[in-house]
């Protein structure tokens, strides 16, 4: 199966600039389905990169974050061919990760 | 060997003696532990932060503290949001040591729409997009060198993103 995740990360001088999309529902719990019963929350909480072994961002998500999310972020220190790894885990215990390469 | 025994086997005593006070005080040990956690470097997600319906509650859970408004942050967010499921906010700042960046939105029915942690060598600039309910303020909170400074804008909505 394709990953859940799409990311991109592009070197500026020494600072990587991150963009990743992740397939989820990312249901609030509040909205009810064709049958008129709600459709339980789920929704990814964590988002973890990690370049180097060492976090360089981290995600805490809510209900409120748009379906499919999109992220933005941009960290220093980095050199072309790096490996960044993504990684996130769902209020269901769900978890998805990709290994990414620095371009 | 069995020297080092002894201090564990103590370790282990005095552990489990700080579990049951802490089952003990539950509600209230629970609750007002979680600001002090929030502030320090572990990785936990904020549940109660989350479970917050406002944003002064929320804020509070979150970090602990209170905010004022600064001008060296910018807020990037629409005028008016035609759909509330998909709002572009993004935020970044020129404040120094800055170790996260918080997105509230006021009127959403819980208030905390995310968190994010900066470690250093990061940049502190994030761009996501969010689910708005209704027609609210959007607050950014970054906190720089243990302050926390906010930037406030108001997004009208005109088809609301959280269904019902």
Redesign the interface.
């Given at each position: 199966m394709a990953s859940s995740i799409r990311v991109r990360a592009i070197l500026n001088g020494d600072?990587a600039e991150v963009q990743t999309l992740i397939q989820h529902p990312?249901d609030?719990g509040?909205?009810?389905d064709a049958k008129g019963e709600l459709i339980p929350a789920h929704y990814i909480?964590?988002l973890?990169f990690t370049h180097k072994d060492?976090?360089?961002?981290?995600?805490?998500?809510?209900?409120?974050?748009?379906?499919d999310?999109?992220?933005?972020?941009?960290?220093?220190?980095a050199a072309k061919g790096d490996e960044l790894k993504v990684s996130w885990v769902d209020n269901k215990g769900a978890t998805d990760s990709l290994t990414a390469t620095i371009q | 060997m069995t020297a080092s025994f002894g201090p564990l086997a103590n370790r282990r005593l005095i552990l489990k003696g700080a579990g049951l006070v802490a089952l003990i005080g539950l509600g209230n040990a629970v609750l007002h532990a979680s600001p002090a956690f929030a502030a320090t470097n572990d990785?936990k997600?904020?549940e109660d932060a989350?479970r917050q319906k406002n944003a002064g509650d929320a804020i509070k859970a979150l970090y602990g503290r209170d905010h004022e408004a600064s001008d060296k942050i910018k807020l990037d967010a629409p005028e008016i949001a035609e759909n509330g499921?998909?709002?572009p906010v993004?935020v970044t700042t020129t404040l120094p040591n800055v170790t996260s960046i918080a997105f509230i939105?006021a009127e959403?029915?819980?208030a905390?729409?995310?968190?994010?942690?900066?470690?250093e060598?990061?940049?502190p600039?994030?761009?996501?997009?969010?689910?708005?309910a209704k027609t609210s303020n959007v607050i950014a909170l970054v906190e720089s060198g243990g302050k926390l400074y906010s930037a406030t804008k108001e997004v009208k909505v005109t088809v609301g993103?959280?269904?019902?």
């Amino acid at each position: 199966m394709a990953s859940s995740i799409r990311v991109r990360a592009i070197l500026n001088g020494d600072t990587a600039e991150v963009q990743t999309l992740i397939q989820h529902p990312m249901d609030t719990g509040l909205v009810k389905d064709a049958k008129g019963e709600l459709i339980p929350a789920h929704y990814i909480q964590q988002l973890t990169f990690t370049h180097k072994d060492k976090t360089v961002f981290l995600a805490d998500w809510g209900t409120a974050v748009s379906k499919d999310p999109y992220v933005k972020f941009a960290f220093k220190g980095a050199a072309k061919g790096d490996e960044l790894k993504v990684s996130w885990v769902d209020n269901k215990g769900a978890t998805d990760s990709l290994t990414a390469t620095i371009q | 060997m069995t020297a080092s025994f002894g201090p564990l086997a103590n370790r282990r005593l005095i552990l489990k003696g700080a579990g049951l006070v802490a089952l003990i005080g539950l509600g209230n040990a629970v609750l007002h532990a979680s600001p002090a956690f929030a502030a320090t470097n572990d990785n936990k997600y904020p549940e109660d932060a989350f479970r917050q319906k406002n944003a002064g509650d929320a804020i509070k859970a979150l970090y602990g503290r209170d905010h004022e408004a600064s001008d060296k942050i910018k807020l990037d967010a629409p005028e008016i949001a035609e759909n509330g499921g998909v709002v572009p906010v993004a935020v970044t700042t020129t404040l120094p040591n800055v170790t996260s960046i918080a997105f509230i939105v006021a009127e959403n029915p819980s208030a905390l729409a995310a968190s994010y942690r900066i470690p250093e060598g990061t940049v502190p600039a994030v761009a996501n997009r969010l689910k708005m309910a209704k027609t609210s303020n959007v607050i950014a909170l970054v906190e720089s060198g243990g302050k926390l400074y906010s930037a406030t804008k108001e997004v009208k909505v005109t088809v609301g993103g959280c269904g019902g």
